[in-house]
T-cell receptor
Framework: AQSVSQHNHHVILSEAASLELGCNYS??????LFWYVQYPGQHLQLLLK??????LVKGIKGFEAEFIKSKFSFNLRKPSVQWSDTAEYFC??????????FGAGTTVTVRA | GAGVSQSPSNKVTEKGKDVELRCDPI?????LYWYRQSLGQGLEFLIY????????KSGLPSDRFSAERTGGSVSTLTIQRTQQEDSAVYLC????????????FGPGTRLTVL
């Protein structure tokens, strides 16, 4: 079974700072990769996903992620965060089946 | 249209009692999933339904947990003889098919076992 590691438990930064959240997975085969976000009091929602093709994926709200197969990584980035980006971010993987394996999540707090 | 809905939003129960959690998936979605999110942990897969196929129950943590999906739509997750370690947020998701399709999550049911 695949496992997913998110390196940061809690990240605190100021508005306009750049954000990068690390995600590594352990599975040697083909994977589908996702970043989900949960804003305070809201449902989990999909930020972006990678299935195949261009390893640099752009998602909603200015987020992007890069799949580096050799490093088993799928890091999330945003060049300039806003206060409204305060949320919990989850990396998830499925290995061509239906089960999503999630990381433990990273809480991002953006200070105005 | 409406998203995935779950009820109740919060449930407080006493140890040893049975609880039922309900999920209404998005209309037309054939796949339904249950996950559990315990404090400080990521989401843990519990069970998966796809159409009329036999469900994948491989993630259920014990035989106290069961789930059914009636008519290919609404699903109920039942926990018998609840224990304190069952306290968690139980999330339901649905998708149109599986594999390459986005799973849409409901708001969850927060279960507290006293």
């Amino acid at each position: 079974a695949q496992s997913v590691s998110q390196h940061n438990h809690h990240v605190i930064l100021s508005e306009a700072a750049s954000l990068e959240l690390g995600c590594n997975y352990s599975y040697g085969g083909t994977v589908n990769l996702f970043w989900y976000v949960q804003y305070p009091g809201q449902h989990l929602q999909l930020l972006l996903k990678y299935f195949s093709g261009d390893p640099l994926v752009k998602g909603i709200k200015g987020f992007e992620a890069e799949f580096i197969k050799s490093k088993f990584s799928f890091n999330l980035r945003k060049p300039s965060v806003q206060w409204s980006d305060t949320a919990e971010y989850f990396c998830a993987v499925n290995a061509n089946d239906y089960k999503l394996s999630f990381g433990a999540g990273t809480t991002v707090t953006v200070r105005a | 249209g409406a998203g995935v809905s779950q009820s109740p939003s919060n449930k407080v129960t006493e140890k040893g009692k049975d609880v039922e959690l309900r999920c209404d998936p998005i209309s037309g979605h054939t796949a339904l999933y249950w996950y559990r999110q315990s404090l400080g942990q990521g989401l843990e897969f519990l069970i998966y339904f796809q159409g009329n196929s036999a469900p994948d129950k491989s993630g259920l943590p014990s035989d106290r947990f069961s789930a059914e999906r009636t008519g290919g739509s609404v699903s109920t997750l039942t926990i018998q003889r609840t224990q304190q370690e069952d306290s968690a947020v139980y999330l339901c998701a649905s998708s149109f098919g599986h594999n390459y399709n986005e799973q849409f999550f409901g708001p969850g049911t927060r279960l507290t076992v006293l």
